[in-house]
């Protein structure tokens, strides 16, 4: 008899199991035999599940046991998920994974360790929830020189900048109401300061390039920054703002990875990607643009794109697929995002004469866009600079009055 294990059995683990049981006869008829639910491993007891009887707490009774095919490891984090995950792969059982932490930062070491034991390792779900995405890029994309890859790749963060713009909320009342909604954790630290999606962007780079892309070496910033007046400025001037992961290729063969606030112009498909979902797009230099759209995270979505990596898994059994990256280490892949080019909403607070501040700035930037909004005090100064590369911006700023202070910059898409 052929299984399957789960280990976590929290939202996305339970979501699995619901899934898949639901669904196992069509399931079943997909793979060409039957598959059973072996082991659920968790430290908590669950004395009202129904698959009690299947509950352990010893990681050696899934290793250990032959009959299990595959696994889904759905716990999170880098430890003990990283020792499961290979001491199953080395054991020639196949894993899949939500884990996005782990993908990002041990995933081509799993790779390889899975290629050496016939197994696979499959990471549908660590991107964009239940919005298929890794298996377009390795697929259907894959006769494509991939140009750019950008979007919204954190619920949590798109449902605060949401109720900011759309309700005039202060980001620490919708980061709370975020928290009341079951969208953002208790230390929300890994979505509001952009860890989660760098993660994510990193995972993406990664399969377009085909070297490990480590989230440390990319450039991340968060949202907890963005204040009300933000976002009014920014409406007020077309556009919208969105945490954006975003890479591409530069000069020399390197990548430029980035996670910050965006402004984004309001006839974009991104500027109305609301709440909790999520929408990545993708160029290709055959395809053109395309964009995948959809629920980036929650109990079925995710558990949606786990199933998935689970049937290929069961139906590719002692046949490793091809969706994985090599090591990079001690490689340079990512360039200076100060390199790049772009615009940039400023802020400014001005002690002394406004006009004579704007007059500065105007020359500095050479007439750059100035923005209102309403009750805007008499010190206080906004405007979009023109296109230019990111170190010229600093510089330019640096030439400023000294009697001006940055309130905040944020980049344009």
């Excluded at 007046?229 to 390197?254: C, F, H, Q, W």
Aim: charged residues 25%; glycine residues 8%.
């Amino acid at each position: 008899m052929s299984k399957y294990a789960v280990i976590g059995y929290g939202v996305v683990g339970s979501g699995t199991v619901e899934l898949f049981e639901k669904n196992r006869d069509s399931i079943t008829n997909k793979i060409g035999r039957d598959v059973k639910l072996g082991y659920i491993l968790d430290l908590r007891d669950f004395p009202d599940s129904p698959y009690g009887n299947i509950h352990t707490k010893d990681f050696n009774d899934i290793l250990n046991d032959p009959e299990v095919e595959a696994v889904a490891e759905v716990i999170g984090g880098i430890h003990p998920s990283f020792e499961f995950t290979k001491q199953l792969l080395q054991k020639g059982k196949s894993v899949v994974t939500s884990n996005k932490e782990l993908v990002a930062q041990k995933g081509a070491e799993l790779f390889e360790v899975a290629r050496k034991n016939n197994a696979n390792y499959l990471f549908e779900a660590s991107v964009g929830g239940g919005i298929p995405i890794i298996r377009p890029l390795h697929k259907c994309l894959a006769g494509n020189k991939i140009e750019q890859i950008s979007g919204i790749l954190n619920g949590t963060t798109n449902f605060i900048l949401t109720k900011m713009i759309k309700d005039q909320m202060s980001f620490s009342d919708a980061l709370r109401l975020a928290q009341e909604n079951g969208f953002a954790e208790a230390d929300p630290t890994a979505d509001i300061e952009g860890h989660d999606a760098c993660r994510k962007i990193c995972i993406l780079a990664s399969l377009a390039l085909g070297k490990q892309i480590y989230p440390e070496d990319a450039y991340c910033e968060g949202i907890s920054k963005i204040t009300p007046e933000d976002v009014e400025y920014a409406r007020n001037a077309g556009y919208k703002i969105k945490l954006i992961g975003s890479a591409y290729p530069t000069e020399g063969g390197k990548l430029s990875v980035t996670v910050c606030p965006r402004l984004i112009p309001e006839d974009n498909l991104l500027s109305h990607v609301d709440g909790v979902y999520n929408a990545i797009s993708v160029t290709g230099n055959g395809v053109g643009d395309v964009v995948f759209y959809g629920q980036g995270a929650g109990k079925l979505p995710t558990a949606s794109a786990v199933v998935g990596d689970l049937i290929d898994a069961l139906l590719h059994r002692e046949r490793p697929l091809t969706v994985s990256w090599e090591k990079s280490d001690g490689e340079n892949l990512i360039s200076d995002y100060k390199q790049s080019k772009t615009a940039a909403f400023i802020k400014v607070s001005v002690k002394g004469d406004a006009d004579e501040a704007r007059e500065s700035i105007s020359k500095t930037f050479d007439h750059p866009m100035f923005i209102e909004r309403q009750n805007r005090p008499d010190s206080e100064v906004a405007f979009i600079t023109a296109p230019m590369k990111e170190i010229l911006i600093d510089q330019k700023l640096g030439l400023l009055d000294e009697n001006i202070e940055i309130l905040n910059l944020i980049r344009v898409l």
